[in-house]
């Protein structure tokens, strides 16, 4: 069972808004920053957001990301088909290991 | 720029090693610490273990203790993950990955680069 907990899907029309959440406690979210990976059928996770809210270089600014206390959410605003992936959120947990969501598979209708 | 090229598939038995390679380049093996994170089919994405840049020293997730070896050729900027003692739960594709702020005392992995993954299957 994946540490930390995520919806297993989310949906939304092109042009919407489409939040994940991220769930976790007070030794890993609580404690330390939270990443966003996005992934696609058959390829590597790619760095989405990292250090809770900010965009590696050539991310669109589409994709925003937020932490408060144990909890940290996703965003993704004016929703395009290029989206539709399956995002992981992380963070260290201070018992030594990274831990991962099980992944928000989102589909574009 | 940087990039990490892993090892093809393997096929093994239960009870068996495996010993998968991430080649890196466009730096230096010293100057960023490989991480591995394995994904089994359908599955979501579990940390393995990496090096702690801060001593130099490999750290490895608990659950796979005693079973997994991570180490580094700096002469060849290649790194290797061995798992002994397969069983058919560790069928999983295996990604090599790093980055540029790594810092397993402040509790950073953040995972900028990956390897195109290996993919270890384990069947009698």
């Known amino acids: 069972q994946p540490v930390l907990t995520q919806p297993p899907s989310a949906s939304g029309t092109p042009g919407q808004r489409v939040t994940i959440s991220c769930s976790g406690s007070?030794?890993?979210?609580?404690?330390?920053?939270v990443d966003w990976y996005q992934q696609f059928p058959g390829t590597a996770p790619k760095l989405l957001i990292y250090?809770?809210?900010q965009r590696p270089s050539g991310v669109p600014d589409r994709f925003s990301a937020s932490k408060s206390g144990t909890s940290a959410s996703l965003a993704v605003s004016g929703l395009q088909s290029e989206d539709e992936a399956t995002y992981y959120c992380?963070?260290?947990?201070?018992?030594?290991?990274?831990?991962f969501g099980g992944g928000t598979k989102l589909t574009v209708l | 720029q940087v990039q990490l090229k892993q090892s093809g598939a393997e096929v093994k038995k239960p009870g068996a090693s495996v010993k998968v390679s991430c080649k890196v380049s466009?730096?230096?093996?010293?100057?960023?610490?490989v991480h591995w994170v394995r994904q089994a089919p359908g599955k979501g994405l579990e940390w393995m273990g990496g090096?702690?840049?801060?001593?130099?020293?490999?750290i490895y997730a608990q659950t796979l203790k005693g079973r997994v070896t991570m180490t580094e050729d700096p002469s060849s900027d290649t790194a290797y993950m061995e798992l002994s003692n397969l069983r058919s739960e560790d069928t999983a594709i295996y990604y090599c990955?790093?980055?540029?702020?790594?810092?397993?005392?402040?509790?950073?992995?953040?995972?900028?680069?990956w390897g195109q993954g290996t993919l270890v299957a384990v069947s009698s």
């Open positions: 466009g730096y230096f093996l010293s100057e960023l610490p």
């Open positions: 990955t790093t980055g540029p702020s790594i810092s397993v005392n402040q509790g950073v992995l953040d995972f900028d680069y």
């Open positions: 992380s963070s260290w947990d201070d018992s030594l290991v990274l831990v």
């Open positions: 250090t809770n809210d």
């Open positions: 007070i030794s890993n979210i609580g404690s330390n920053t």
């Open positions: 090096l702690d840049p801060d001593d130099g020293e490999p």
